[in-house]
Structures are given as C-alpha cells and as structure tokens.
C-alpha cells in the first residue's frame, strides 16, 4: 500500500479476461471452504450503526454488528504516552488474557520526522513509523495499548508468526544512502537505511534490530509456513515488476522462539519460462512449476556524504535486489501486497495484475500493472504456483490488498481503490460475494468512501473480523455476526 498520494494517478483499467478460477481439489482455505455454504448472491449490505457512537461506518449484512476504536481524528494517547500515529495497516490477532485479543498493528508513516513512542528506543529517531499493540475484548473495547516497534518507515503489511511474534515489514528503502522517494521529501534527516523487516513479540516490544538478510526491498508483507521454517515474503514496488521471495532463516523460529538473521534469500523464477510476465492477464486456470533463484546481496547500501543529498537515485535502491533476481529470469509480477498461509498454500494479491502487459520495465508512473488484481496460490510441497482469481474488471474486484483466510476457509479480500471500498469474500468455486462496504463520513461531513480497508484478522476463536482504515486519520473495527451465514 502507497497512500491515496501515490494511488491517486491510478488508472483502474479493467481486465482483459473474465474471472477465473482453477479447477480440481486444492489445499487450504478452497479445501475447507466446501463446508460453509456460500452466501446468496444477492445477499445485500445494509446501514448498520457503530457501537461506539450511533455513527453509521460500514454496511454489513443482517446480523452483523460492530464497534471502532483508536480513530485518530481526534488525538489518541495510548496507556504509556504515545501519542497514537494514524496510518493504520497491516495487524495480526493473538490471544490475550481472560479472553481478550491482542492485536499488533502497523502505521504505515513515510518521510522523515519525530519517531511516536519513546525516541530513546527508536531504531530511526528521524522515522515516523512502527506498531503499536493493542489488547482488546472481542467486542472491540480497548483494554490497554502501547507502542511496540518505532523509529521505522512505511510499516505496510507483514504477518503473524505462530510461534507469537507479527513481523512488520517497510515497503521502502528509504534512508542517508538513498535520494528522495517518490514524494520529493529529502532523506537527508533519516540516521538509517529502512526497507527491512523487523519482528515484534506480542508480549513485549521489538528490539527495534532489522532482518537484514530477508532483503531490502519495498516489503510488504509475510506469510510463514511452520513445516518448512521459510518465510514467503511479497513485494510492492510500484513503478516496476515486483517479485516473490522466500526467506530461509538459518533454524526454524518453530523450534527457537525467535527469527534469526543469519538465512538466505531466494526469488521465484517459473521453470522454462525465463522472465514470464506474471502480471499480464493469464488464462483461466494458469498454472506454473517454480524454482528459486539465490539473491547475493540482499541488503545494500549505498555511498553517500552525511547531511547532503545521496547521489544514488531511489529507483536505482528499489531496484536492486530484484535485478539480481531477474539477471537470472525471476518472473515479473504487478505490485505484490496481502499473503497468508493455510495449510501448505501461500495466498497473495497481485493489486494491478491480470490486465495488457506493460511494454516497458519501468518506471511506470501510474503502477506497473493494467489489470484490476490477481489472487495467486503457491503450493509449497508441489512447487506449483495457480492462478486462483482475475478480476474481470474494477465493478467486480477493485484493486484486491491485504488478504486473510477465516476459521471455515474462506478468503477475506480487503480494496484498495480510489472509489468504493469492501471487504470481500472468495469461496473454492470462485464465489466472490461482499462482507463490508466502507460509508465512512468525517466529523466535517466529507465523504471518505475511498478510504483503504486493511490489516483483517480474526481472533483466535473466529468470533471477531479485525480491519483497520487505513488513512491519516485511521481506525480499527471490530466485526462480529453469524459469519456461517454468509459463507466466511
């Protein structure tokens, strides 16, 4: 995720071909998905008030309720002073004490300025990033809250991690060593290089140390399998193809409680298929045997002098890790952002993928992609990458980010487009169905329909949907209902 800054020169452009989804038995959430009937397809969404206040924020179906918390458009200030940052991304659900929910929750922050929190601990003190972590009941009501990671950039997406950490990942790479990004704000003040991902445990708060083996690449976010001990990370670089990565840590965090820096990064090349452009539209039921390619320098830096301008462009750092991929004919995907792993299958969205392919590498100035999104299956096991969906155009499936699977299987979709946003539903046989429509309205009356949702979780026991706006002034919801109902 960019931002409605960068998202705003977006072109929407829909698809060249119809929806499709891949026949046959498949692993994870398709697998278990036949057990929860899908929904009418005319069930409708409705107005239903928040909790907090009466206000109306989403439409849900019937049944459903829900409560929001932590909107910063009024100042937050969290149980050990911070005061809290909006941008509310990428979030894991763990389980808390006496039946609450702890939920670690990113800020998606860029440019440089003063670090939330407590700047003694940050790992950049000129970076406005980081997470907090939050301890809520199932009903959305804020028992206590603090910071967790500060002093990064860009904390997009990441993962939650089964041995109780969330790993927060910067799509960025940003830094001294590096010229401005794409919003013209010098780097100048920031005292480190960002574009790494750092592990935050949900009882405590990060060591603020980033994995630097894992690479650094505008990362956004992380799904770990716990029978092979890698973790598959995506990429969003916006203006150019991006890629898929698997990160092998040296042992299982599994067996030693913690993800150690000491690992080997590879990228995804489909077999015989050198340079295969993922991110152009595919036929129905695509399918691709893969091998990974080893990336040798997975964290550069970059000369430069302190307190002046570095001579290195930012394309040239965005790029770098991947161009040691495609060197060796790693495939080109179209801005790589939500994954979750369910039973052996990683699951990722591909934002502007499925359309015409791009006629050049890029820079592409309105995003390296002409479709309105893909969702993609990788089977571990088999090495077999699908094509699970392609949205046939953007009144369909708009620009599809973070994802999550529910408890029955089914595949919770968030948009990010610059119209109406919702939150999606993907049943095994191709079902796309809605669970949630933004109607969110400021305090000023200004329409904010466009706004992204992101970082969906379910609780541990299934009973709570999790989901943030992600916005300057964001917030997070808590959704509960007869989910069985509709199929999630």
């Known amino acids: 995720m960019t931002g409605l800054d960068r998202r705003a020169v977006l ?17 994870g959430f398709v697998s278990r998905a036949a057990n929860a009937a899908p929904p009418p397809p005319s069930a409708p969404l409705g107005p239903v008030p928040d909790l907090r206040d009466g206000a109306v924020r989403l439409w849900l179906p019937a049944g459903f309720q829900y409560r929001s918390f932590h909107d910063t458009e009024a100042p937050v200030v969290l149980d050990d002073g911070t005061a809290l940052p909006g941008r509310h991304d990428g979030m894991g659900a763990f389980r808390g004490r006496r039946g609450t929910v702890v939920l670690v929750r990113n800020h998606e922050l860029n440019n440089p300025g003063p670090a939330f929190g407590d700047a003694s601990q940050a790992y950049d003190p000129a970076a406005q990033g980081g997470t907090t972590t939050v301890e809520v009941t199932r009903y959305g009501e804020v028992v ?11 904390n997009c997406s990441g993962g939650r991690m089964p041995w109780g950490a969330w790993i927060s990942c910067e799509e960025t790479v940003n830094g001294p060593d590096v010229g401005a990004d794409f919003t013209g704000v010098s780097n100048v003040p920031l005292t480190k290089p960002h574009g790494f991902i750092f592990e935050v445990p949900v009882g405590g708060a990060s060591d603020r140390t980033p994995v630097t083996a894992a690479g650094r690449f505008a990362h956004e976010s992380v799904a770990f399998d716990p029978e092979g001990g890698a973790l598959y990370l995506t990429e969003d670089n916006f203006g150019w193809p991006s890629g898929f990565y698997r ?3 040296r042992g299982n965090p599994m067996r030693t409680g913690r993800l ?7 990228m995804l090349r489909v077999k015989g298929r050198p340079n295969v452009d993922l991110a152009a539209a595919q036929p129905a039921g695509a399918s691709y045997r893969v091998e990974w390619v080893d990336i040798d320098d997975p964290a550069p830096t970059f000369p430069y002098t302190p307190g002046q301008p570095a001579p ?6 965005l790029t770098h890790v991947a161009r040691q991929g495609w060197a060796q004919g790693a495939a080109y995907f179209s801005r790589l952002e939500g994954s979750a792993y369910d039973d052996g299958v990683v699951y990722f969205t591909s934002t502007q993928g499925g359309g015409p392919a791009e006629t050049a590498l890029g820079p592409i100035a309105d995003g390296y992609g002409n479709g309105s999104g893909q969702i993609w299956a990788y089977h571990i096991r088999s090495r077999t990458l699908r094509l699970l969906y392609e949205s046939p155009g953007p009144d369909v499936l708009d620009f599809p980010d ?7 299987g089914t595949l919770v979709v968030c948009e990010d487009n610059v119209n109406d946003n919702y939150l999606r539903g993907l049943t095994r046989d191709g079902h796309l169905f809605d669970i949630a429509l ?4 400021s305090s000023t009356g200004t329409q904010r329909f466009n706004d992204e949702f992101a970082g969906s979780t379910f609780s541990p026991d299934g009973h709570t949907l999790f989901v943030n706006i992600q916005a300057s002034r964001g917030m997070t919801f808590a959704v509960w209902g007869p989910w069985h109902r509709i199929g999630v």
């Open 247 to 249: 990160y092998t840590p």
């Open 438 to 441: 933004n109607r969110l309205v």
């Open 312 to 317: 290195t462009p930012n394309d040239t750092a």
């Open 402 to 408: 973070n994802v999550t699977t529910s408890p029955r």
């Open 11 to 27: 072109r929407g452009a829909a698809a060249a071909t119809g929806g499709a989804l891949l026949g046959g038995p498949f692993l």
């Open 260 to 266: 150690d820096n000491r690992g080997r990064l590879q």
């Open 144 to 154: 206590r809250a603090r910071t967790s990671l500060n002093g990064t950039q860009m």
